[in-house]
T-cell receptor, first 112, second 116 residues
Framework: GQQLNQSPQSMFIQEGEDVSMNCTSS?????WLWYKQDPGEGPVLLIA?????ELTSNGRLTAQFGITRKDSFLNISASIPSDVGIYFC????????????FGTGTRLTIIP | DTGVSQDPRHKITKRGQNVTFRCDPI?????LYWYRQTLGQGPEFLTY????????KSRLLSDRFSAERPKGSFSTLEIQRTEQGDSAMYLC??????????????FGDGTRLSIL
C-alpha cells in the first residue's frame, strides 16, 4: 500500500537538542496528523492539523501543515529521554474519506 | 476516558488456523478502523465502520479476512486459514463523527500475530 515519504529515517541526537522531521506526499491531503509509537504499543496522537499553513504547538512539539497541502513538518525542542520512539506522519485526503495514509516513520534515539 | 482496548495483545498460532481479534473503541466514538503494521513500516488501512456499517475495505483485506461490528460497539477481525504473511501487528482505532472536519483517530495497543 501507499506510504508517505518521511525523513530522516532515523536520528541520533543528544539530550537537549532540537529535532526536525518532515513528511511529503505526491497527492494533496486535507488533514495531517503526527503520532508517536513506542515499542509494543499503538501510535499516540501528538498533533492534528486542518488548514494549509497552520502552525500548531503541543508543549515542546510544533507541527506545520505545508502550504502546498503535500507536506508537513514536526519540530521537537529541547529533547528529553522520553522523546525516544518512532514518529509517524499521517494524512487524510478528504473529509468523509476516513483512511489514514501513514509515513514510513522517523526513529529518534537520544545518545547519553 | 478509557482508551481503545484490544484483545488479545499477542497471538501465536500455526499456519492454517483461524484467529479472531477483538477491539473495544472509546465509548462515544461511532467510527472504528482496522490497520495492519509490519515491522519497520507505518500502519496500513484495512477497513472502517461507521456504527455497524462497514463502509470501506482495502485491497489488502483478502477474502480470508472478515470484520464485523454487529451492534455498533465492539468489532472483531477474523483471519481464516492463516499464512506466514499474516504475521503483523493489527491495530484498531476509533474516532467520533466529525462536524465538517476529520476527527483524529485514536489507536489501541494492537494485537501482535505470529504465525509459526
Amino acid at each position: 500500500g501507499q506510504q508517505l515519504n518521511q525523513s530522516p529515517q532515523s536520528m541520533f541526537i543528544q539530550e537537549g537538542e532540537d529535532v526536525s522531521m518532515n513528511c511529503t506526499s505526491s497527492s494533496i491531503f486535507n488533514t495531517w496528523l503526527w503520532y508517536k509509537q513506542d515499542p509494543g504499543e499503538g501510535p499516540v496522537l501528538l498533533i492534528a492539523l486542518y488548514k494549509a499553513g497552520e502552525l500548531t504547538s503541543n508543549g515542546r512539539l510544533t507541527a506545520q501543515f505545508g502550504i502546498t497541502r503535500k507536506d508537513s513538518f514536526l519540530n521537537i525542542s529541547a529533547s528529553i529521554p522520553s522523546d525516544v520512539g518512532i514518529y509517524f506522519c499521517a494524512g487524510q485526503a478528504l473529509f468523509g474519506n476516513e483512511k489514514l495514509t501513514f509515513g514510513t516513520g522517523t526513529r529518534l534515539t537520544i545518545i547519553p | 476516558d478509557t482508551g481503545v482496548s484490544q484483545d488479545p495483545r499477542h497471538k501465536i498460532t500455526k499456519r492454517g488456523q483461524n484467529v479472531t481479534f477483538r477491539c473495544d473503541p472509546i465509548s462515544e466514538h461511532n467510527r472504528l478502523y482496522w490497520y495492519r503494521q509490519t515491522l519497520g513500516q507505518g500502519p496500513e488501512f484495512l477497513t472502517y465502520f461507521q456504527n455497524e456499517a462497514q463502509l470501506e475495505k482495502s485491497r489488502l483485506l483478502s477474502d480470508r479476512f472478515s470484520a464485523e461490528r454487529p451492534k455498533g460497539s465492539f468489532s472483531t477481525l477474523e483471519i481464516q486459514r492463516t499464512e506466514q504473511g499474516d504475521s503483523a501487528m493489527y491495530l484498531c482505532a476509533s474516532s467520533r463523527r466529525g462536524d465538517g472536519i476529520n476527527q483524529p483517530q485514536h489507536f489501541g495497543d494492537g494485537t501482535r500475530l505470529s504465525i509459526l
